[in-house]
């Protein structure tokens, strides 16, 4: 069965950078975008972004442009979100989901979440 | 950046009730809008995609309508494990935006 499985929570200083990975199994990985969404304590859903395993193709919300990177490594079904120079309001739980063109690109399947707290 | 406005923000229900939950997109989106439904302490879960196509798995109490800029989210019959906050997003353009939710409450 699929399984989107990413790593522990994270907390890290203002300026500092931090790396949450996401392992995928129960699917042929480079068959759909990885979206990354994040979640406030308290607050709605926003999309930071998405990659394409099969090519290494990347888009990111444009707050976020700079800041962030997406990278993945095919041979372990892996993607990675690097987020650097933190700042308080980058404290959220960090959520990777997979997405399809039969779905029309809507999130199928998510990881469980990584906590990030930014906090001196 | 299409910005998503769900109505109401909450509402209160009960059990057997029937629900409904619109989302406005500020452009045309063509059919490209999903339903997601999110429990505390958890991921949210994809009910329907394209507006209308249940997700596999998800009851059919739950189905969706709408085009262009309105959709609705329908919950026929209202059982005690749907109290959940719902969201729509579009997924027609980067970047994908979503609604500020809906939190439906037991009456």
């Known amino acids: 069965h699929v399984q989107l499985v990413q790593s522990g929570a994270e907390v890290k200083k203002p300026g500092a950078s931090v790396k949450v990975s996401c392992k995928a199994s129960g699917y042929t990985f480079t068959d759909y975008d990885i979206n990354w969404v994040r979640q406030a304590t308290g607050q709605g859903l926003e999309w930071v972004g998405w990659?394409?395993?099969?090519?290494?193709?990347?888009g990111y919300a444009q707050k976020l442009q700079g800041r962030v990177t997406f990278t993945r490594n095919t041979s372990i079904s892996t993607v990675y979100m690097e987020l650097s120079s933190l700042r308080s309001d980058d404290t959220a739980v960090y959520y990777c989901?997979?997405?399809?063109?039969?779905?029309?690109?809507?999130?199928?399947?998510w990881g469980q979440g990584t906590l990030v707290t930014v906090s001196p | 950046d299409i910005q998503m406005t769900q109505s109401p923000s909450s509402l209160s229900a009960s059990v057997g009730d029937r629900v409904t939950i619109t989302c406005r997109a500020g452009?045309?989106?063509?059919?490209?809008l999903n339903w997601y439904q999110q429990k505390p302490g958890k991921a949210p879960n994809l009910l329907i995609y394209a507006a209308s196509s249940l997700q596999s798995g998800v009851p059919s109490r739950f189905s969706g309508s709408g085009s262009g800029t309105d959709f609705t989210l329908t919950i026929n019959s209202l059982q005690p494990e749907d109290f959940a906050i719902y969201y729509c997003?579009?997924?027609?353009?980067?970047?994908?935006?979503f609604g500020q939710g809906t939190k439906v409450e037991i009456k």
């Open positions: 989901a997979r997405a399809g063109a039969y779905s029309g690109y809507a999130e199928d399947y």
């Open positions: 452009q045309t989106i063509s059919s490209r």
């Open positions: 990659v394409t395993p099969n090519s290494g193709n990347t």
């Open positions: 997003q579009q997924s027609y353009i980067a970047p994908q935006t």
